[in-house]
């Protein structure tokens, strides 16, 4: 994730939907799936997949093989 992603400073932030018992991890993703990040380099946000489940990456979280 932080390797494509910009994470914002203020990521501890309740905005994020920070509250004790999520890692920072998990914070990241759920502002991933709210839209709230920024993709660094040339990924699109829209085409770059990353799934907020497992946090892996060429799939979404409806394809998550962890789900299946
Ligand atoms: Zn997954």
């Known amino acids: 994730m ?3 992603f910009l994470v914002p400073r ?3 932030d309740p ?3 920070a509250y004790s018992g999520t890692s920072f991890e998990e914070r990241v993703l759920r502002a991933y799936s709210l839209g709230m ?3 660094k ?3 699109d946000k829209a ?3 990353v799934c907020t489940y497992c946090g892996g990456k060429q799939h979404v979280r409806d394809d998550c093989p ?3």
Do not use: Q, Y
């Open 2 to 4: 932080r390797e494509n």
């Open 47 to 49: 085409s770059l997949k």
């Open 15 to 17: 905005k994020f939907g």
């Open 10 to 12: 203020d990521i501890e």
């Open 41 to 43: 380099g040339d990924d």
């Open 66 to 68: 962890e789900l299946l």
């Open 37 to 39: 990040l920024e993709t």
